[in-house]
């Protein structure tokens, strides 16, 4: 077992051959950076800019692996264009403001002729300025915060997404609580991030409309370890459920921390609680909770379980909705490359606007005007320490 995959990862990397993967160094002040050698004319680079480290690492990681099962695949079918595709990925630790210094080094060093990532709003929302002012393509895989496409009003022309939106994931999270009878609810965010802001704002508005009640809204920030003060102020209020839109590593101190405490009501989250480490962590004290996200393992669909069977030669385990939607985002950008007139940035993102019924593992992609796509979620109930199927919404 250990051995084959072992041969299968090492098959991987030959196929994607020069793929690099660097850890950030400190910026170096523009004046000193060495002029950039302009790639071979016979490769084409693609960028990455994910949290391979840090608080949120299983998103990078887990993203950048899908792509670079994307990136084999093209290059055996012959790349784009006749050119091969190269992957070069940046580590952002998490931090919105490497992400911004990793995005500006692959676009001005490395020339870059598109850009992947990042996956989480408030580290897209620090690159896709960039991205623009640069008229480099970027595609973030899972960023669902509406302003990641959007400059004030205007629609940012160089930066899409092959992911909903959170007014439809609240949406969706606020109609499955009102079906589950469930009718106050304390809501507790991480206030630094610019996706759990939005996504309790998105919930809160359509569940009070659907006759809900907020009974407490309590906050944290990323790195906090201990939430019992904040929940011992929603015990007090009763709820009958709580909103914890925020990402894995929080939302399982707090389901266990909500359990010591008694609490003994269901949690309910977005996409962010996605990772194998939630229900490491979790150990169980997250049973009887939801969470809204972007793909199940159990969907029976031929091309979500071929693109399992892949990930699972490869890695060894079974795709998160990040794989699955950094898979479908390196898709999109091979398809607009190829569709495109030339491999410049304008004509790029001219031919991803284009983008219409692309047959992605995470459903079919039609990119809509804000440069969003718009698709079905589901919602995926914990069970044993797992996560199962319970209901797809469409839009
Ligand atoms: N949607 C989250 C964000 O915008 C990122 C995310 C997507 C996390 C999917 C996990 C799974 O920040």
């Not at 996504?199 to 359509?206: M, R, T, Y």
């Not at 194998?276 to 049973?287: I, Q, S, T």
């Not at 939801?290 to 890695?315: L, M, R």
């Amino acid at each position: 077992m250990r051995f084959s995959r072992a041969v299968a990862v090492a098959t991987l990397a030959f196929a994607v051959a020069a793929c690099t993967e660097e850890k950030k160094e400190a910026p170096k002040p523009a004046a000193a950076a060495a002029p950039a050698p302009a790639p071979a004319p016979d490769k084409i680079i693609i960028g990455h800019v994910g949290s391979m480290t840090g608080e949120q690492a299983t998103f990078g990681v887990s993203t950048d692996n899908a792509i670079k099962l994307a990136i084999a695949e093209q290059n055996k079918k012959g790349g784009i264009k006749g050119k091969q595709i190269e992957l070069k990925t940046l580590d952002d630790q998490g931090k919105p403001e490497e992400a911004a210094v990793a995005a500006t080094r692959l676009i001005t060093q490395d020339k870059i002729t598109l850009l992947l990532g990042e996956v989480a709003s408030s580290r897209s929302l620090a690159m896709a300025p960039i991205a623009d002012a640069n008229k480099v393509p970027m595609i973030s895989p899972t960023s669902t915060n509406p302003r990641v496409t959007k400059d004030g009003a205007n629609t940012r022309p160089f930066v899409f997404r092959v992911c909903f939106i959170d007014p439809f994931q609240g949406t969706v999270m606020a109609k499955f609580a009102t079906e589950k009878k469930i009718k106050n609810v304390a809501i507790l965010k991480d206030v630094g991030n610019d996706y759990s802001v939005g996504l309790a704002d998105f919930f809160q508005k359509k569940f009070v409309e659907l006759g809900g009640k907020i009974v407490a809204e309590q906050s944290y920030k990323d790195g906090d370890q201990d939430f019992k003060a904040q929940l011992t102020a929603i015990k007090g209020k009763k709820p009958d459920a709580i909103y914890v839109p925020g990402y894995y590593g929080a939302v399982a101190l707090i389901g266990r921390q909500a359990k010591e405490l008694g609490l003994k009501v269901p949690l309910m989250g977005g996409d962010g609680w996605d990772s194998a480490k939630l229900f490491e962590v979790a150990k169980g004290a997250l049973d009887g909770s939801y969470f809204s996200n972007h793909y199940t393992d159990e969907d029976p669909s031929p091309v979500v379980q071929e693109f399992i069977a892949k990930y699972k030669a490869a890695y060894g385990s079974v795709p998160d909705a990040l794989a699955v939607l950094g898979y479908d985002a390196a898709n999109v950008a091979f398809d607009a490359m190829s569709r495109a007139k030339d491999l410049s940035g304008p004509e790029i993102a001219a031919a991803l606007a284009a983008t219409k019924d692309f047959k992605a593992v995470s459903g079919v992609i039609n990119i809509d005007a804000d440069h969003n796509a718009v698709k079905s979620a589901v919602v995926l109930g914990i069970e044993k320490n797992k996560a199962k199927y319970a209901a797809t919404v469409n839009p």
